[in-house]
């Protein structure tokens, strides 16, 4: 009997053991999809997330409504066309709101996927991080206080003026050419109007369908005849440099978008929105 009962018990041991084995083998075979990064859209790996730099204070590009619950929504004819980029990419999208001038070393850090804010393709930018094609074209204006919008018919009458702009912008750049000018530069469009409302800025160099936005808003602010002209005219996305998988998808939608009428359409109703 004491044969057979120690018999007994090794059985069951060596059952014990086997099961355990068992268990352990599962749960690791069970645990490495649930612990697999997905990854982002950026990586070119099963793309779950796209994350998408802007600078929300650029009506009718990207700008801030309080919808129904009351809270923030970024929206804009920019944020229109990222949605239709991760649509295409069957990413679900996030937006990041920035300043303008740090837009590109998120991205080129990786903490976005790509940026879309009225970015205009300048050659140094270019160097940076690529650019897809040409989505949008517009002129720039520049703002003054109604009272004084006469005086500014020509950019030579600009010449010695303190001049508001966008830091990091294209605007900045056609300042910097004006002879004599005094820049302020700043990160949000809203901070330089309040400059310019302040009199601390004589004008303000816009994008073109921004000021009008402003113009339309604020009370005392006017477009004048001085027509800014520069060669970078129009506006891309941007994405990390070396992303051609990326690049290539962008455009593709961009394709779409033009081809179809889409982005006529967001910059209209976009531009509506803006006005209210």
């Known amino acids: 009997m004491r044969k057979w009962g120690i018999l007994i018990v090794a059985l069951i041991m060596v059952t014990s053991v086997l099961a355990a084995c068992g268990q352990n083998k599962n749960n690791a075979g069970g645990n490495t999809p649930a612990n697999e990064s997905q990854g982002s859209a950026n990586t070119g790996t099963a793309s779950k997330k796209l994350i998408v730099g802007l600078s929300a204070d650029f009506p009718p590009y990207e700008f801030k409504i309080k919808n129904e619950n009351g809270d923030n929504e970024i929206v804009g004819f920019d944020v229109e066309i990222a949605k239709e980029i991760s649509k295409d990419l069957g990413a679900e999208v996030e937006f990041k709101d920035m300043l303008f001038d740090s837009l590109l070393n998120e991205l080129d850090s990786g903490r976005v996927d790509l940026v879309i804010s009225g970015l205009s393709p300048k050659p140094e930018r270019a160097k940076q991080v690529d650019l897809s094609q040409i989505y949008y074209k517009a002129e720039q204006s520049v703002v003054s206080a109604t009272k004084d919008k006469d005086k500014y018919n020509t950019m030579e009458s600009l010449e010695g003026l303190k001049i508001g702009v966008q830091k990091g912008s294209i605007q900045e750049d056609i300042a910097k050419t004006i002879t004599g000018a005094k820049l302020t530069s700043l990160g949000k ?88």
């Open 189 to 276: 469009i809203n901070d330089i109007i309040m400059q310019l409302k302040s009199g601390r800025v004589d004008v303000a160099i816009i994008e073109g369908p921004v000021a009008e936005s402003f113009v339309k808003n604020v009370e005392g602010i006017s477009i004048t005849d001085a027509k800014p002209v520069t060669e970078d005219e129009g506006y891309v996305v941007g994405v990390k440099k070396g992303n051609k998988e990326m690049l290539d998808q962008v455009n593709a939608t961009l394709d779409r978008l033009i081809g179809d009428g889409s982005i006529d359409k967001f910059v209209t109703e976009a531009s509506a929105l803006a006005e209210k």
